[in-house]
């Protein structure tokens, strides 16, 4: 075995106080019952389609494709109930917590997407909601409080630490080993504790399971090249996975700020699982600092330490100019505001084009739809001065 692969089975795991260890183990069962249970397959497909809008579309974008110089089809989650993948993972969650006969889900949230994901799965599924949020975030993000609320969701403010995201998360691990007869936790990535990452991995696989029959449909063949963002890697793991045995490239992009698996990343532990952090080198976490709030976390799900240990994926970080290049052409050549996170990965084609053969075939995740982000991107360029000119 070389080093790469004895390294890469390190990843992941299950780094959690001992009073979580058993829920984990039942949350693994009850999941593990589900993925054998073809009536819960069933449930969530049935809802995947009359709620969600699934399948999404795979568009071929035809003056996008121009631009780069071969063939590029979206993938559009941005198309989803709520604008953005999320919603896969946190129907699946909530319909296991019914399963599970639990009747209140908690989650944490940064910038207020994952909270709002989950208020919107548990309003429809009729559980109690409650969503842990930084003071300074809920500050930034006053109307993902008030969306929140509005979904019948509790907001819990963190007033400990740095008031942000990691705070929210240590609240809401805290609250789950309290109350665990009642209550499920909804992580909203491909991180945390296993079974946490595989199960999420499963749930937004979908995506992937339905670009590989869209573009056999389309095309009659695979696609060379797979594009995606990651934050903490969920819409790119859900499009990647059904293609991981397949001959197809994969691009993952990182935002600029938060470079953990193309720059500044080494192996550690937090939040439960072991995988690339950025940190000092005494392992203390540092503060990321991206443009797409849903890039902004320090670390990644460990499959994609995995993929990077062992090449099967790439991975990239791209610069604010080339995100909001991105951002601005897609709705140009397109008709397509894409999500700030989402942009980044169509930022990669446009800087990377020089090296896609003109017969290559690339699928690109869209994974968001960008009315969340306009005015914050008004604000950017218009700082840079020229506004809309200068991209
Ligand atoms: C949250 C979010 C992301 C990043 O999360 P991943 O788990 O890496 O997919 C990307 N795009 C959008 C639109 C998001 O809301």
Redesign the pocket.
């Known amino acids: 075995m070389n080093k790469g692969t004895t390294r890469a089975l390190r990843f992941g795991g299950r780094y959690v106080a001992e009073t979580l260890y058993t829920p984990l183990l039942e949350l693994e069962e009850a999941w593990m019952a589900c993925t054998q249970d073809p009536g819960f397959e069933e449930e969530l497909g049935s809802l995947l389609a009359s709620y969600v809008g699934r399948p999404t579309p795979l568009y071929f974008a035809d003056r996008l494709s121009h631009e780069v110089g071969c063939k590029v089809y979206l993938k559009r989650?941005?198309l989803c109930h709520t604008?953005?993948?999320?919603i896969n993972n946190t129907l699946g969650q909530c319909l296991l917590t019914r399963r599970m006969g639990k009747t209140r889900v908690i989650a944490e949230t940064g910038?207020g997407?994952?909270g709002v994901?989950t208020a919107t799965a548990a309003a429809l599924l009729g559980l109690e909601c409650e969503v842990y949020m930084g003071v300074q975030d809920m500050r930034r993000q006053a109307l993902n409080v008030f969306r929140m609320e509005l979904l019948g969701a509790r907001v819990i403010p963190v007033e400990g630490g740095s008031q942000t995201l990691k705070d929210a998360i240590n609240e809401a691990l805290r609250d789950w080993a309290a109350n665990l007869d009642s209550t499920h936790y909804v992580i909203?990535?491909?991180?945390g504790p296993h079974p946490y990452p595989t199960m999420?991995r499963d749930f937004?696989a979908v995506i992937g399971k339905e670009a590989k029959r869209q573009i056999l449909e389309a095309e009659g063949r695979l696609p060379t090249h797979c594009v995606?963002?990651?934050?903490?890697?969920?819409?790119?793991?859900?499009l990647f996975y059904p293609m991981e045995g397949d001959p197809v490239e994969f691009i993952g992009v990182e935002a600029a700020g938060a470079e953990t698996l193309s720059l500044r990343g080494e192996p550690g532990v937090l939040h439960g699982f072991h995988s690339y952090f950025i940190q000092d080198p005494h392992g203390q976490i540092i503060p990321t600092d991206a443009i797409?709030?849903?890039?902004d976390?320090p670390g990644?799900?460990p499959q994609h330490s995995i993929y990077r240990e062992t090449g099967r994926a790439r991975y990239f970080s791209i610069s604010r100019e080339e995100a909001l290049r991105g951002f601005v052409t897609l709705s140009r050549l397109e008709g397509i505001i894409?999500?700030?996170?989402?942009a980044h990965a169509v930022g990669w084609l446009l800087a990377h084009k020089e090296e896609l053969s003109p017969d290559a075939l690339v699928v690109v995740?869209l994974?968001?739809?960008g009315d969340k982000d306009v005015q914050s991107v008004e604000e950017m360029l218009s700082a840079k001065g020229s506004g809309l000119e200068c991209v």
């Open positions: 989650e941005d604008g953005a993948h999320k910038a997407q994952h994901a909203g990535s491909v991180v999420v937004q995606a963002c990651v934050g903490g890697g969920s819409n790119a793991l859900g797409a709030a849903g890039l976390y990644v799900g894409p999500a700030l996170e989402s995740c994974s968001g739809r």
